[in-house]
């Protein structure tokens, strides 16, 4: 390679070196300069760590002549410079190094071999639940109950802390792992040994796209293969498509940034953007904010793409001056995108992308998006016909299938049983008294939910039972924060109040967002209207919404009431957010406080008054709806550098529990008997070479799926009972009902999530027959020789009998969230194979990652043209030694009655090192093994 090791000097007399672009296409490799900046940002990583071995010459090559329409056939080894994680995907990947480390010690080796190579930051965001809400110690008092539920994942943190020299914990109770890692984990150029490079990384969250906002390349991935690249292998992918979106005009008053991220959304998910780059240029996206650009790029996985990208200009320096950088930070990371041509946004015509889109700001209306997917995007206006359309629809078309005459009726809702009366000032609800659901100190409960409530309400179809200002992809940003505190000091002062017994919380994604609201005055009036202080992190937005009322829940479950949510999160699939509620709305901070106020999502609030004024008049929304210029009034209090340094100074100041939390010390973890974290299986029959890789051989169906099943299907995240096999595992180990927790804060023991898998009390296995009203069973059940039982019971009998199982699905399998176990799961199983017509990106990686084969039906074949019942048997012919990338293989099918099939379905293995990942038996044994091999 010509030599492109080139240099800058700063202002302090600092010499910093860098590996040019530019020169790489004076010397004539490739035209780099027209290459989108997404994938410039990657050649770099591929020309630095270029060693003739893993990266060779012939990878810069072909990435420095990315054609926008070639075929994608080439694959990327990316070396990321950083890892950021969330704890509910972070302590099972702790899990398994500890467990890789036991088993290094076990063969007689060095445990310390297993160190990440590579920063890894770990947020603890994904545990604090609403229990106690619209109180002034809401706060204090949800803190109280998650240290006491995650006492021991705390602790295998800390041991983790001690372990790892590279590992670190941003403790509970600072913030969101995504507004974080971009206020203050992003540092702008990474610099070592004189060397300065992009900062680059992969989270294990979905997410993690929204550090795409100040030009990062970074993407969510499964915790399997984050620990790959933090054991030192590349992030390997195909060259991608970029898809350009070209941003033009502004937006107009009154509108948000959520009501453009919808919009976006609703668009690129259309344009079928699944696995392709997507990069924001234009005079449009000039204008945009980075908060703005970060709503954008957060919600990435809703539309589908790898990353939501926006290269540096400007407004990236800006934000980091506002946020508290360093100033030799600001000045090297300023010189180093000039020196390689890479600053500002750029103009039509400027880049060579695979397609071009276009959006004008202008058109945006405000909007939702449900009641079930992030994508379905609603005009205000359309809301309460949209609404009553789908009441009718069936389910296949996103409705409820419930009959038009239903909708106007109301349901008593019993009186509130064992509640003390809380005298709490703040919350005058027109004198209505406020219940509260009494909770012991000693013995915190996530089902002792603390509420306000009216005496003798009923409930109807639509009503709002939570609204909630929540969630990394809009508490990052202040322009819309700061409009729904606008908005609730305006309906303040017109006398207006939010139901008690709605549940309202405020769950910022950082502290930061508390000092400018309390500074604005917004605080209290947010406070005022039920929006207290409920606690820092994904709270509602993961599933995290903590329970409503047994009177609610009964009412809603015995009279099937279509009940709703309306929040400020990314995700609305089918029983996330609580699952009794069953319709979803996404939605901007001030319109959750709009529909808290009006208590109902069947409502045009362009027509219809949000409740009635002091002086008995109606009030409309657009008497409270704030302006622009309010809001542009108060935005320079919201980055204010002082409070962001003073704030991420110290993660331990002020928090006691934390600092409370023993911190167990060692190499090698001790695995003490905990139902929260267990030593996972595998390893457990690790050999140091793998078994040779062969075909599957009379597979029987373990469900039978139909489209966009969700990862939240396959293994939620969220609250589970006593009758599912987690609950029942749990009760025999003499853990009560109060102290179940969540599916995700228990992803530390395998044991309760592969009985959590396809567990969702919403997924529909189509071996199951159809009710009477034709309408499907729901729930994690499947059929066994005839019989309906939980799937986790028809999977061990077939392990039993070593009978090999298949998934059987339609099209975008495993849309939504990079969770990893929803792979570990699925092969801890028995689970040889997933058939689908369609896989969303990271998943279908999770399953290579796992050792699970992920084929695709070809044509239109599917499980309906097949017409499977659940009662063949199925057999992969073609695997073997010689497989290699997207291989067409042979599906023979034998029904009940012996007759056979065969069908040609292609392998999703789609790169040459997920072969050698599959013939290791994963990416985890794969990583092991090379390890091992490598002399000291």
Not at 289 to 301: K, L, W
Not at 303 to 317: I, K, R
Not at 869 to 894: H, S
Request: hydrophobic share 40%; proline share 6%; aromatic share 8%.
């Amino acid at each position: 390679m010509p030599n492109t090791l080139k240099s800058f000097t700063l202002s302090s007399g600092e010499t910093l070196h860098y590996y040019s672009l530019p020169a790489l296409e004076a010397a004539g490799i490739g035209p780099v300069s027209r290459l989108p900046v997404s994938i410039r940002l990657v050649l770099e990583s591929v020309l630095r760590n270029c060693d003739g071995k893993k990266i060779t010459e012939a990878h810069v090559r072909q990435l420095a002549n990315w054609q926008p329409n070639s075929e994608r056939v080439d694959e990327i080894p990316f070396i990321v410079a950083r890892v950021v994680l969330q704890d509910f995907t972070g302590v099972p990947l702790l899990a398994d190094l500890a467990a890789m480390r036991s088993a290094v010690e076990k063969l007689g080796k060095d445990p310390a071999l297993i160190e990440p190579l590579v920063p890894v930051d770990l947020v603890v965001d994904h545990s604090v639940q609403v229990d106690v809400f619209g109180r002034p110690d809401a706060l204090q008092r949800n803190m109280e109950f998650e240290f006491a539920r995650n006492r021991e994942r705390y602790q295998f943190m800390k041991w983790g802390m001690q372990a790892f020299d590279t590992f670190k914990v941003v403790p509970p109770g600072i913030g969101i792992v995504h507004q974080v890692n971009l206020e203050y984990l992003f540092r702008g150029v990474q610099i070592r040994d004189g060397i300065a490079f992009p900062d680059t990384l992969v989270g294990t969250d979905s997410h993690t796209t929204m550090i795409n906002a100040v030009g990062v390349v970074g993407w969510g991935v499964g915790g399997i293969e984050a620990e790959a690249g933090m054991l030192g292998q590349p992030v390997y992918f195909l060259t991608p498509d970029v898809i350009g979106v070209e941003l033009s005009g502004a937006l107009r008053d009154g509108v948000t940034a959520t009501d453009l991220v919808l919009t976006v959304t609703e668009l690129l998910r259309r344009e079928k953007v699944v696995g392709k780059f997507v990069e924001f240029f234009g005079e449009g996206t000039t204008s945009l904010s980075v908060p703005d650009r970060a709503t954008i790029a957060n919600m990435a996985p809703e539309y589908g793409a790898t990353m939501g990208f926006f290269p540096v200009d400007e407004q990236t320096l800006s934000y980091l001056r506002g946020t508290g950088r360093l100033d030799h930070e600001i000045e090297a990371f300023e010189a180093y995108f000039k020196a390689q041509q890479l600053f500002g946004i750029p103009r039509a015509g400027d880049i060579d992308y695979t397609r071009t889109l276009s959006l004008d700001l202008a058109s945006i209306t405000a909007s939702l998006a449900g009641p079930k997917r992030p994508q379905d995007r609603i005009a205000l206006p359309a809301m309460r016909d949209t609404f009553e359309t789908l009441f009718s629809k069936p389910a296949a078309e996103s409705g409820f299938g419930r009959p038009a005459t239903e909708l106007g009726v109301r349901v008593p809702v019993g009186p509130t049983s064992s509640c003390s009366t809380l005298d709490n000032p703040q919350f005058d609800h027109g004198n209505v008294a406020r219940n509260v659901v009494e909770m012991t100190d000693n013995h915190p409960s996530p089902n002792h939910v603390e509420a306000r409530h009216d005496a003798g309400i009923d409930l109807g179809h639509g009503d709002v039972l939570i609204a909630a200002i929540t969630s990394c992809t809009n508490t990052s940003n202040p322009g819309v924060l700061l409009a729904a505190g606008l908005l609730a000091r305006k309906a303040v002062a017109h006398g207006l109040r939010v139901k008690p017994h709605i549940k309202t919380s405020l769950a910022p994604g950082s502290r930061v967002v508390t000092e400018y609201l309390d500074k604005t005055g917004l605080l209290e009036p947010l406070a005022q209207l039920g929006f207290a202080l409920a606690g820092y992190g994904c709270t509602t937005c993961i599933g995290n919404s903590g329970d409503l009322t047994p009177e609610l829940n009964a009412a809603i479950t015995e009279h099937d009431v279509i009940a709703a949510a309306v929040l400020s999160g990314n995700r609305n699939f089918e029983a996330r957010i609580h699952p009794n509620i069953r319709a979803n709305y996404l939605a901007s901070p001030p319109l959750v406080v709009a529909f808290a106020l009006a208590g109902r999502v069947n409502i045009d609030l362009d027509a219809e008054a949000l409740g009635t004024g002091l002086e008995g008049e109606p009030v409309f929304l657009r008497d409270i709806w704030p302006s622009a210029a309010e809001v542009a009034a108060l935005l320079p209090t919201a980055l204010d550098p002082a409070v962001f340094r003073r704030l991420y100074a110290d993660f331990t100041k002020d928090l006691d529990l934390w600092n409370a939390i023993p911190a167990p010390t060692g190499q090698v973890y001790s695995w003490p008997a905990s139902t929260y974290i267990a030593r996972p299986p595998f390893f457990d029959e690790f050999t140091s070479t793998p078994a040779p890789v062969n075909g599957i051989s009379g597979a029987r169906a373990l469900l039978i799926l139909g489209d966009s099943v969700t990862t939240d299907h396959i293994s939620p995240a969220g609250a589970f009972s006593e009758t599912t096999p987690a609950g029942q595992y749990l009760l025999a180990k003499g853990v009560q009902r109060t102290d179940f927790n969540s599916y995700g804060s228990r992803r530390g023991n395998h044991d309760i999530m592969i009985r959590g898998t396809f567990a969702n009390v919403r997924i529909k296995n189509l071996m199951l027959p159809a009710k009477a009203d034709g309408s499907r069973i729901e729930g994690g059940l499947t059929l066994l020789e005839g019989q309906q039982t939980a799937v986790f019971d028809a999977a061990q009998a077939y392990l039993a009998a070593s009978t090999p199982t298949v998934v059987i699905a339609g099209e975008e399998y495993g849309t939504g969230s990079s969770r990893d176990w929803a792979a570990k799961g699925t092969q801890l199983l028995g689970v040889r194979a997933v058939i689908a017509r369609s896989f969303e990106r990271i998943h279908r990686s999770n399953l290579v990652g796992m050792g699970v084969l992920p084929l695709q039906f070809n044509g239109d074949d599917s499980a309906v043209t097949l017409q499977l019942r659940g009662d063949e048997t199925f057999d992969v012919l073609g695997v073997d030694a010689e497989l290699t990338p997207q291989q067409n293989l042979t599906l023979r099918i034998t029904a009940a009655d012996g007759t056979a099939r065969e069908i040609s379905v292609r392998s999703r293995i789609d790169t040459p090192i997920e072969v050698d990942y599959y013939r290791h038996g994963g990416i985890l044994p794969y990583v092991l093994r090379e390890l091992l091999s490598t002399p000291a």
